[in-house]
């Protein structure tokens, strides 16, 4: 199966940029990356890229302190960073090796964990699709038209997401005391969610939590928005500020979705085809590309600079943290505090 998904990957990856390149002659896209100002791109992208590591921890801290134990900020960029060289060959893995850090870094169960890194991918796109819609509402064009049916979706996916979590388990015996049958377990397994670990955290979580997840991280996307508004010019592109505000989101949500190698080729065509009214196709081939690259490449070193430390805590996590004891409810702590086992 892995096998058969990395082949899945590189083909889509080859496909892509085979039909970019069908449409951009290459000596084109070399003379876009001659002709940058280097100095003025890194100088916004790196810091982008710092900034975002930054937040993403303090995001990550906050969460886990809602749900599961009283960490610290510093105890969790280990962690953080270290999903980062993992999810730069499989954005899925990075997920998976960052709450099993956690899971053994708390003594709590991985899929608890699990369901807590998952109510943060989602919250991001809630985040992504928040400042999308803000942007596709000041734009008069068939492109910003065609996206307004994204908002009303992601809210639908989010209120079944929220109302499913809450759903109240059916009976495990049929009427008149008799055994479920099979098609009655079926139902109680599908139906029944609310002892899922993997969905622990979407059903502690209030409304209000959502809400609070999604303007936390309202500051990663408006940083990332003006140093890439910055870096786009060391391109020569001037971009207007509104038509970033309304199509970086959706390209960072495409950039999201783990169909390529190392995400490349899916953000590229995002770039060109959303913001190609703007700018010649090669420029934004050479800024997409570069911008990638170096957002990866400096986020997989300062995971490969946090490796040791974190592979150490994971060997030996419960020599240098508690161990906790959660308790269950709906209060307003959304999934109650978490208090030191004696």
């Not at 989602?122 to 994204?150: C, F, K, N, P």
């Not at 029944?192 to 209000?208: K, Q, V």
């Not at 890439?228 to 592109?237: N, V």
Request: with cysteine.
């Amino acid at each position: 199966m892995k096998r058969l998904h990395r082949a899945a990957a590189l083909a889509a990856t080859a496909a892509i940029f085979f039909l970019l390149f069908r449409r951009i002659p290459f000596p084109r896209l070399l003379t876009a990356l001659q002709r940058a100002d280097y100095a003025t791109f890194l100088a916004a992208m790196i810091p982008n890229t710092l900034f975002y590591f930054l937040w993403d921890t303090l995001v990550l801290t906050v969460a886990v302190r809602w749900f599961h134990a009283p960490v610290t900020y510093f105890e969790l960029l280990p962690a953080r960073a270290a999903s980062y060289v993992v999810g730069f060959f499989n954005t899925n893995a990075g997920r998976g090796t960052l709450a099993l850090h956690l899971a053994r870094r708390l003594g709590s169960p991985f899929l608890q964990l699990g369901s807590t890194v998952l109510f943060l991918v989602l919250s991001e796109y809630l985040h992504l699709v928040a400042w999308a819609t803000i942007g596709i509402l000041q734009i008069r064009s068939d492109v910003a038209r065609e996206l307004l049916w994204g908002p009303p979706l992601v809210a639908a996916v989010w209120l079944a997401v929220f109302t499913y979590s809450r759903l109240t388990p059916i009976p495990r015996v049929e009427p008149h005391g008799r055994p479920a049958g099979v098609a009655g377990r079926l139902a109680q397994a599908l139906l029944a969610p609310r002892g899922w670990a993997l969905l622990r955290t979407f059903r502690l979580a209030p409304a209000r939590r959502y809400v609070e997840i999604v303007l936390l991280r309202a500051p990663m996307f408006f940083v990332s928005l003006c140093l890439h508004y910055a870096a786009a010019r060391a391109f020569g592109l001037s971009i207007p500020l509104v038509a970033l505000v309304a199509f970086l989101p959706v390209v960072f949500m495409i950039a999201a979705l783990p169909l390529t190698v190392a995400r490349l080729g899916t953000t590229q065509a995002a770039w060109v085809f959303f913001f190609g009214s703007y700018a010649d196709a090669p420029t934004l081939l050479a800024f997409s590309l570069a911008a990638h690259l170096t957002f990866v490449a400096t986020r997989a070193l300062l995971g490969v600079a946090f490796l040791p430390r974190a592979y150490a805590e994971l060997v030996a996590p419960r020599l240098r943290a508690p161990r906790f004891r959660l308790r269950q409810g709906y209060g307003g702590q959304a999934g109650g505090q978490a208090e030191p086992r004696a």
